[in-house]
Each structure stands twice: as structure tokens, then as C-alpha cells.
């Protein structure tokens, strides 16, 4: 099993640029959610998905959007890039959020 | 009040030893709880959840202490492979989907 897959793993953007973020998960897990990782922040979560079709936001979505077409995948948007915006991203899988989640290996995003 | 507060360390120990970290949430209604393990530029890995009863895998041991708020997590006879980042967990009690991240604790387990 690949678990949870992001790509890509670096990516450097100009400012006003936009990015999609891409993450598949092959666990059939029904949760799904996207994270920024800031030094003295910890984890933030930006939005989150609790099946195909449902999205929905965490505490700081603005600047990005995300769909959940599939169970499978979970992209994440990024519209117009911002130094702000540079950061590690994590997209997570759980069967449900009771159960724990799996991370995929991160995408580390440099804004200039 | 932090919703879920971590001592950040670093705790430095010694291989062998025993340490333990502790966490305090502030929700009550919280319900469910996780320790991960993150290690320098790497994903946060899944270490146990945490169970009213309190829970053991190997060396690891969590408690759970509703009426306190908080959790810890006991690791005996520290492996250099221990040294990591520790980040406590706790679930939104007012969304379940949500889950409430600790800042980490940092353990340097030393030869």
C-alpha cells in the first residue's frame, strides 16, 4: 500500500502565481484533510473532507480551495501564492476522525 | 489558554532512562486522544491513542486523566531512535472532524 501520496514534494512559486497541491490516498479512508506546518505554529489545518462531495473549512482556508471528487483524492488549490503562504503542507487520511490519521510526506512550498 | 498545551522541552536524556511528557487540553467534552511522533522534516506519525483505561505498546505507555485534562505518555528504556518531536492530540469537541494539535515536545535521547 502507497498510503497517502503528495506531490510535489518541493515547490517554489512567484508571488501571484497558482499551484494545485495534489494528494491521493489508496486506504479508502473517508476523511480527508490538508495542514500548514509553521515553525511555532504547529499544525494548522485548512480545510478537510469527510467523504466524496463534501468539503469544508478548518481555521485558515483563506487563499486556498479544495474538492473531493473522488474518495481517493484531495487536491488543494493554492489561488494567488503569498510569501504567507510558504510553509510545509501535509495532507492526512482517516477511515474516520476517530481512528487516527495517516500523513503523507509533506510538500514543502517556498512563496517569493 | 492554548486549547492543547505541550511542555516544548527539549528533554535531554540519556539512552536507558525513562521520561514522560505531559499534555493539558482545555475542552472536557474532548473525546478522543492521540500521541504522534514527528522526527526532523518528516510527516507526524501516528504513536498510540489514548484510552480511559490507559494503554501499552511496548515501551510506550499512555494515561488518560479526564477529570485533570490531560494525557501523558511514559517511554521506558529510551532508544536513540526515540529522539523525535512528541505532539499530543486531542479531538474538537465542538466538530469531530476536527482534531486540536499540540506544539510537540522534543526528546534528544544521548549515547
Known amino acids: 500500500n502507497a498510503g497517502v501520496t503528495q506531490t510535489p514534494k518541493f515547490q517554489v512559486l512567484k508571488t501571484g502565481q497558482s499551484m494545485t497541491l495534489q494528494c491521493a490516498q489508496d486506504?479508502?479512508?473517508?476523511?480527508m484533510s490538508w495542514y500548514r506546518q509553521d515553525p511555532g505554529m504547529g499544525l494548522r489545518l485548512i480545510h478537510y473532507?469527510?467523504?466524496?462531495?463534501?468539503?469544508d473549512q478548518g481555521e485558515v482556508p483563506n487563499g486556498y480551495n479544495v474538492s473531493r471528487s473522488t474518495t481517493e483524492d484531495f487536491p488543494l488549490r493554492l489561488l494567488s501564492a503569498a510569501p504567507s503562504q510558504t510553509s510545509v503542507y501535509f495532507c492526512?487520511?482517516?477511515?474516520?476522525?476517530?481512528?487516527?490519521?495517516?500523513f503523507g510526506s509533506g510538500t514543502r512550498l517556498t512563496v517569493v | 489558554r492554548k486549547e492543547v498545551e505541550q511542555d516544548p522541552g527539549p528533554f535531554n536524556v540519556p539512552e536507558g532512562a525513562t521520561v514522560a511528557f505531559n499534555c493539558t487540553y482545555s475542552?472536557?467534552?474532548?473525546?478522543?486522544f492521540f500521541w504522534y511522533r514527528q522526527d526532523c522534516r518528516k510527516e507526524p506519525k501516528l504513536l498510540m491513542s489514548?484510552?480511559?483505561?490507559?494503554n501499552e505498546d511496548g515501551r510506550f505507555t499512555a494515561q488518560l486523566n479526564r477529570a485533570s485534562q490531560y494525557i501523558s505518555l511514559l517511554i521506558r528504556d529510551s532508544k536513540l531512535s526515540d529522539s523525535a518531536t512528541y505532539l499530543c492530540?486531542?479531538?474538537?469537541?465542538?466538530?469531530?472532524?476536527?482534531?486540536?494539535w499540540g506544539l510537540g515536545t522534543s526528546l534528544a535521547v544521548n549515547p
Open positions: 475542552n472536557s467534552a474532548s473525546q478522543s
Open positions: 489514548v484510552y480511559s483505561s490507559g
Open positions: 473532507s469527510v467523504g466524496a462531495g463534501i468539503t
Open positions: 492526512a487520511s482517516s477511515r474516520t476522525g476517530q481512528y487516527g490519521y495517516t
Open positions: 492530540v486531542v479531538n474538537d469537541a465542538g466538530n469531530n472532524r476536527k482534531l486540536i
Open positions: 486506504m479508502n479512508h473517508e476523511y
